[in-house]
């Protein structure tokens, strides 16, 4: 699969602020007992509609969860297969406020030796797992960028798995002239000190790092007990004429319930100095 590009060459007085946030949702888990989907569902809405993000990459979304999400925030829309090929099981859908972004393209790979093929599996996981991308573009404004969202596998033995789908998705992103922007959020279940992450630093930026402003606690997974414990496993990384003005970790609760097991991010990406591509674009 060749990802499209958009015709335009890219500079930093074409690009608009951007509010990126990642968000692994908790799928519907009918043994969450007072986290059941129907008991957090409004207080996720609230967490969103208050954040304002213009793109959203979510983790372990179900279809119902998608459909209450785009009907209590009608200017959001979503996309994405979910990792078995269809509606049914996780996806990791993107949602955006079609207001403010056009989508011009998108697609699906899956995190093994044949990512064209969907619910395709390699390198011992125990799920498929995949890659849910958009091409975007501002309304009002000729240039564009791409957001690529992802959850890696979850389990410890799978470390050599999650290495294995960086090296896919920056692969992946390599297809792409240098001159297009990109944003990657997900659910790494990999902290920044493993190898999944020294990849895709090598080639991206770390809004948590670079951010000129940071709130909420570091690490971003906890199991709804609002205490954070497992490291910084939820990042969003990026390249382009941006730099990372804020990156806040949302604790956002109601009375000790959280609206997923998962701190949402969200970072606001600025137009840096003005950048002026010669590079000709790919197709």
């Known amino acids: 699969m060749t990802i499209p590009t958009f015709p335009n060459s890219t500079t930093s007085e074409s690009l608009l602020p951007l509010r990126i946030m990642t968000f692994n949702v908790r799928y519907p888990n009918p043994l969450d007992g007072p986290?059941?989907?129907?008991?957090?569902?409004?207080?996720?809405?609230?967490?969103?509609?208050?954040?304002?993000p213009d793109a959203l990459g979510t983790q372990e979304l179900h279809d119902?969860?998608?459909?209450?999400?785009?009907?209590?925030?009608?200017?959001?829309?979503?996309?994405?297969?979910?990792?078995?090929?269809?509606?049914?099981d996780e996806h990791v859908g993107i949602f955006y406020r079609a207001d403010r972004l056009q989508l011009l393209d998108s697609g699906d790979f899956w995190l093994s030796d044949?990512?064209?093929?969907?619910?395709?599996?390699?390198?011992?996981?125990?799920?498929?797992?995949?890659?849910?991308?958009?091409?975007f573009q501002p309304i009002g404004g000729p240039a564009g960028f791409y957001l690529f969202n992802t959850h890696f596998p979850h389990r410890p033995e799978e470390e050599e798995a999650r290495t294995r789908s960086a090296t896919l998705l920056a692969d992946r992103l390599a297809q792409l002239s240098l001159d297009r922007p990109a944003v990657v959020t997900g659910d790494f279940n990999a902290s920044p000190r493993q190898e999944c992450y020294r990849i895709l630093s090598q080639i991206l930026?770390?809004?948590?790092?670079e951010a000129h402003r940071r709130s909420g606690p570091e690490e971003t997974f906890h199991g709804f007990e609002g205490r954070p414990s497992a490291g910084r496993i939820d990042w969003i990384l990026f390249?382009?004429?941006?730099?990372?003005?804020?990156c806040h970790?949302?604790?956002?609760?109601?009375?000790?319930?959280?609206?997923?097991?998962?701190?949402?991010?969200?970072?606001?990406?600025?137009?840096?100095?003005?950048?002026?591509?010669t590079s000709p674009p790919t197709s």
């Open 35 to 52: 986290n059941l989907w129907g008991r957090r569902r409004n207080l996720l809405v609230e967490t969103i509609s208050d954040s304002d």
């Open 64 to 88: 119902l969860q998608a459909e209450y999400l785009v009907q209590s925030l009608p200017a959001y829309r979503w996309f994405g297969r979910s990792r078995r090929g269809s509606l049914a």
């Open 114 to 135: 044949t990512p064209d093929i969907p619910a395709s599996m390699a390198w011992g996981v125990s799920l498929p797992r995949m890659v849910t991308w958009g091409l």
């Open 205 to 209: 930026r770390d809004a948590h790092d």
């Open 239 to 246: 390249r382009g004429p941006w730099k990372a003005l804020e």
């Open 249 to 277: 970790t949302l604790v956002h609760n109601r009375e000790g319930r959280y609206p997923s097991d998962h701190f949402p991010v969200l970072a606001v990406l600025k137009p840096a100095a003005v950048h002026r591509s």
